[in-house]
């Protein structure tokens, strides 16, 4: 099967600083869904900050980027599931989202094929309040218990090859800033259980790929910062 893989869009209606062209954004969604219709990918995943609060958007203007981004990709008929970023919940909470797109509220497993894929959300402060709820800090971002909880009994009850899905980073090597706090519990339950054959990352702008113990760690560069090689097609 091939699985279609984009992050860090950050799509909204402002000009953004830091190299994020994130107007251009739409049109790569459109260049990346044609590309995963010619190759006939079978599910597609953002893995994170498919929208962005800009200094001349509004809750309204952000709410029309996420239906606009949610209906290009819906009319390509191919199953997309939004692994949550930091930036998707800087102006609405989560179950905001989840009435105004077809947005699921992690953790969850999409079953398909041989694997089963766990996407998880890591946009916790310390304390386990959600980023949506005292507002975001990105620097501060845990896997809470319940997410870690379900990590381990989803990889304890698969019987299929798994693979991990998080906006955040599990790679140590990353800078510190982009870390999962508790990423070493993760990485535990991971290596623990035998069973997952990659990890999915976007928020590390730039990319990278990485073996810890012996599993592949892939953190996708930002759509918004990059004019090739924005998406990936992972054949499995």
């Known amino acids: 099967m091939k699985i279609g893989l984009f992050t860090d869009c950050h799509y909204c209606k402002s000009q953004l600083g830091g190299g994020r ?4 954004s739409f049109g790569k969604i459109k260049k990346t869904m044609d590309a995963f219709k010619e190759s006939k ?39 997309f599931y939004l692994v949550p970023g930091n930036h998707d ?10 009435n105004l797109v077809s947005y699921r509220l992690p953790p969850y497993t999409v079953e398909a094929g041989k ?27 845990n896997l809470p ?6 990590l381990k009994n989803a990889l304890d009850s698969s019987d299929k090859k798994c693979i991990v899905l998080v906006h955040e980073n599990l790679d140590p090597a990353l800078h510190v ?13 991971i290596r623990e259980s035998g069973k997952v054959s ?33 998406y990936k097609i992972l054949e499995l």
Request: aromatic share 12%; glycine share 8%; proline share 3%.
């Open 89 to 98: 919940y800087l102006i609405l909470k989560a179950e905001e989202l989840c």
């Open 21 to 24: 062209d994130a107007k251009a």
């Open 198 to 230: 990659f990890v999915l990352q976007g928020h590390y702008h730039g990319g990278a790929e990485a073996e810890i113990d012996g599993i592949p760690y892939i953190t996708l560069p930002a759509m918004c910062e990059h004019n090739e090689g924005y």
């Open 115 to 141: 694997y089963d894929f766990i996407v998880l959300d890591a946009n916790y402060r310390s304390s386990g309040v959600r980023f949506d709820i005292e507002g975001v800090e990105w620097t501060d971002s």
């Open 177 to 189: 800033t982009h870390v999962i706090k508790n990423a070493d519990k993760a990485r535990e339950i």
């Open 145 to 150: 218990e319940h997410q870690l909880e379900y």
């Open 41 to 79: 990918v079978d599910l597609c995943f953002c893995l994170g900050d498919l929208t962005d609060n800009g200094p001349e958007d509004t809750k309204e203007s952000v709410s029309e980027c996420f239906k606009e981004t949610f209906s290009l990709i819906s009319s390509y008929g191919i199953p």
